[in-house]
């Protein structure tokens, strides 16, 4: 041994399941950084590929300066913020851990010459130490996660994706990644250094009694049975580490819940209907007279996935038969079978409503809504002396630019009641889907196939579909880490917990305790952890999510009612729930598999 | 009739050159009501023969039999039953629990055995030890003499038959250690239970009914309380 330094890595080696989760932890972190820079810079990669493309020979401008690399780059600072302070804490929490695991050896060096200088230099380098491993795990294991993303997005997702590089390799990438695991080493670290070098060199002498400095009263055994009214104090008592993990959870939750509401509100601006067009022919004077035999000649035609149409016929005069018969004029407009598939598949009906009724030739109908229409599932509406029922409502007036039916009454058939209500067979709309691979020329074959009286609208530009895929990706990816932090969080707390009460557990197995007690005073603590933070996480998640949507789209989408998030709440109940069970099932195999008479003599 | 029997018990820790033995062939019986000290030199296996005979630690080949039981052939759930409700431990640091008050300690064997614990049967043990009005207390804040009488009231509560105490008076000073020992040995004649400690203090050995000596895994019988080699 050249110095007291050199104590380090011998020590590392002999503690190396206790300092697994540390490194674990580094692991994360820096992966985590190493693919938000390498990704941002993929899609730098990107938008520069695609601006070369359009622009051809034109000099592009410095990355730097463009509006999507700058957006790019600002996201993963913020993400690298973010991973920073969740590193920090998570490191801090295990260094933390381990070194009130080891007092007693804190007390011996400092009995046997270490100054309080000496042990913070020991505790900062044993955590830098740990950079050595697992921050070039960290990297790579980065490096292929944005290797793989990337392929996902340009083979899955595609469209603009289709120029994102693979096997990409990014230097900021890689700089980030190292800087995030030695910053957030050392800043973790500090906390932990100091409270090592404050141990009394008497405690070498009296033992490690760290332990049962905290207790100040003693456990309810009235309530629960005593294994678990022991967990739930083991949780309780250490209020700082409650604190930390019912927030750890809470956030996570809270998070979840906006970021639903996030979603929905791309998903109002960007409403992905599986009816979308991607070319859509008109009369050009509004009037019907696009012959329905055009229908076929399209659909044989080379590009085309789907067509379909809609008829449409415009202030008739009707009778809503209700307890004072109300006269107006409504709108009346017809759906193909796949449009009114599509309304279904895109959960666009009420509850209550029956679609099957308004398939073929029949008396039943669908009608537009928002919550000031008076129209009710089986309202009838009188039309040219014909009863129509109201097999269904829509959640909305699809056709008005808010979503409101402004009062204005307006029903979708079928194609055949359309026609014999009417008697007209001609159709208002053809809207075609494309297939993947259409070339522009069969885009232009069709617009030539047709008369003067026609609109040809190519909409393939504001295709939203993989924009959407994208974002939902983007936000779904960052919950996932998220939700990685709190996990990684909670069973290295639950770990630590066990670790630091090995003995204590020996004794309770010698004097009886068997292994489901055991396993049940492990879960009991790391339930109590899960239930409080699922509590404040649900209570403030919800107000949250119901302020969220208020504020970014009931304000601007009418029609929008906030409902509460059954689907997500019981996802994360499940998650919360699986969670413990994953935190409580390594420890207490650890102490089932253990010897008592190890458990007993460990120190 | 004898409580203990031990047969032809070893325990060796690890393999080929380094394989180290810790219990050589030892075999002994004791009867019931018996207080047996055992002594030895450190590391020369009296540890090892205890957590052996708790069934803590399971050995090499041999048998132990309490009550007529082989502990080694029951399963570890029927095993850890067994061991609440006939062996009370007692451990040099006291090993109780920092969360659980002096009552609840006491207690906490019959509450794992999701029973009610006897009043009458708490207050006796709480008189017997004069932990009266240290019941609400905190084991922190019990001297080592008090948490130590902790932990023998700890042991008695199930009114084991066979008392297994890993060097009780290590941690103790000397008025503290003989009240350790005379708390013991009452209880050993008022219910009746089999003890075996072990000792590194010669004195304490010599007022034990019986010593044995275990001495680089072997095991000798040194006899009663007269035996001159002690004094």
Redesign the interface.
């Known amino acids: 041994m050249k110095s007291y330094l050199s104590l380090i890595p011998i020590s590392s080696k002999v503690h190396r399941r206790q300092n697994r989760m540390t490194l674990l932890c580094i692991i994360f972190a820096v992966f985590l950084v190493t693919a938000v820079f390498s990704m941002a810079e993929m899609g730098v990669r990107m938008e520069q590929t695609r601006l070369l493309d359009k622009h051809g020979s034109l000099t592009l401008q410095d990355l730097s300066d463009s509006a999507m690399g700058q957006t790019l780059y600002l996201i993963a600072m913020v993400l690298f913020v973010l991973i920073l302070v969740a590193g920090v804490l998570m490191i801090s929490s295990s260094i933390n851990s381990n070194v009130a695991q080891r007092t007693k050896f804190f007390g011996m060096m400092r009995c046997i010459g270490m100054s309080k200088q000496q042990i913070i230099r020991f505790v900062r380098l044993e955590a830098l130490n740990w950079c050595k491993t697992a921050v070039p795990i960290g990297i790579v294991l980065g490096i292929v996660i944005t290797w793989c993303l990337c392929a996902v997005l340009r083979f899955i997702v595609g469209d603009e994706f289709s120029n994102i590089p693979i096997f990409g390799i990014s230097i900021t990438g890689i700089i980030s990644g190292i800087v995030v695991g030695i910053v957030t080493v050392l800043i973790a670290a500090k906390s932990p250094a100091k409270r090592a070098a404050k141990v009394s060199p008497v405690t070498a002498v009296s ?1 490690n009694s760290e ?3 905290n ?1 100040h ?3 309810n ?1 009235r309530l629960f ?3 678990t009214a ?1 967990g739930v ?2 949780a309780v ?1 250490a209020k700082k580490n409650l604190i930390l993990m019912t927030g750890s959870f809470a956030l996570s939750i809270i998070l979840f819940l906006s970021f639903s509401v996030l979603i929905d509100f791309v998903g109002y601006l960007m409403p992905q209907s599986s009816s979308t067009s991607d070319i859509n022919i008109s009369s050009s004077d509004g009037s019907i007279s696009i012959d329905s035999t055009l229908l076929d000649t399209i659909n044989d035609m080379e590009g085309v996935k789907r067509v379909f149409g809609r008829r449409s016929y415009f202030d008739v005069s009707a009778e809503l038969d209700r307890d004072n018969i109300l006269s107006s004029t409504i709108d009346i407009i017809s759906y193909d079978e796949f449009d009114l598939d599509c309304l279904t598949k895109d959960d666009m009906l009420k509850k209550g409503s029956d679609i099957s009724k308004v398939y073929g030739n029949s008396n039943y109908v669908l009608a537009t809504w928002d919550k000031d229409s008076p129209l009710k599932i089986g309202d009838k509406i009188w039309v040219d002396n014909e009863s129509l029922e109201i097999a269904g409502l829509l959640k909305y007036d699809p056709f008005s630019s808010d979503g409101l039916t402004n009062g204005k009454i307006t029903l979708i058939t079928s194609g055949d009641t359309f026609v014999r209500l009417t008697g007209i067979t001609d159709y208002s709309l053809i809207m075609i889907q494309t297939t993947k691979n259409a070339t522009n020329e069969d885009v232009t074959a069709i617009s030539d196939i047709l008369d003067k009286n026609c609109i040809f609208n190519d909409r393939r530009d504001q295709r939203t579909a993989s924009t959407y895929i994208a974002f939902v990706f983007c936000v779904y990816g960052f919950l996932a880490i998220i939700t990685l932090v709190t996990v990684l969080n909670i069973v290295n707390s639950i770990s630590m917990s066990v670790s630091a009460r090995i ?2 557990y ?10 489901h ?1 055991i396993t049940k005073m492990i879960a009991a603590e790391a339930f109590t952890y899960a239930l409080s933070g699922c509590i404040i996480g649900c209570a403030s998640g919800l107000l949250l999510s119901k302020l969220l949507y208020d504020i970014l789209i009931a304000t601007h989408f009418s029609y929008a009612i906030w409902s509460l998030p059954v689907t997500s709440l019981m996802i994360i109940l499940l998650f919360v729930f699986a969670a413990a069970v994953a935190a409580v099932y390594a420890p207490s195999k650890r102490l089932r598999n253990m ?3 190890g458990t ?1 003599n460990e120190l | 009739m004898n409580l203990l029997e031990v047969s032809a018990l070893c325990k060796t820790y690890g393999s080929g050159d380094t394989a180290v033995k810790a219990l050589k062939n030892v075999s002994f019986s004791i009867p019931k009501g018996q207080f047996v000290a055992v002594v030895g030199e450190s590391g020369s296996g009296k540890s090892t023969l205890l ?1 052996m005979i ?1 069934a ?2 399971t050995p090499t080949s041999g048998n132990v039999l309490i009550d007529g039981s082989d502990v080694f052939r029951m399963k ?2 029927k095993l ?2 067994f ?3 006939n062996i ?2 007692i ?1 040099q ?1 006291f ?7 002096v009552e ?1 300690n006491i207690t ?2 019959v ?4 029973k009610k614990p006897n009043k009458e049967y708490v207050e006796e043990i709480l008189t017997v030890l004069s932990l009266q009005g240290r019941r ?1 207390h ?3 804040q019990l001297s080592g003499g008090q948490q130590q009488r902790v932990a023998i009231g ?1 042991a008695l509560i ?1 009114r084991p038959m066979l008392i297994l105490a890993d060097e009780p008076t290590g941690n103790l000073d000397s008025q503290n250690s003989s009240e350790v020992i005379s708390l013991l040995k009452t209880a050993s004649k008022r219910y009746q239970q089999t003890i075996i400690m072990i000792t590194h203090n010669r004195s304490i050995a010599a007022t034990a009914d019986r010593v044995l000596q275990v001495s680089d895994g072997v095991l000798s019988d040194l006899g009663g309380m007269s035996n001159e080699k002690l004094s």
């Open positions: 033992g332990s049962t400095k207790v009263h003693a456990v055994v049975k005593i294994e022991l104090h083991h008592s003995k204590q020996g004794a309770m197995r010698a004097v009886g305790m068997d292994e007690q010897a008592i008479t007993i | 957590n708790g803590l630690d570890d759930e850890t039953i061991r609440r409700r009370g431990f451990f640091a090993n109780l629990i920092p969360e659980l008050n609840q906490f064997p509450l794992l055995d999701y609400e905190l084991p922190r700890r199930t």
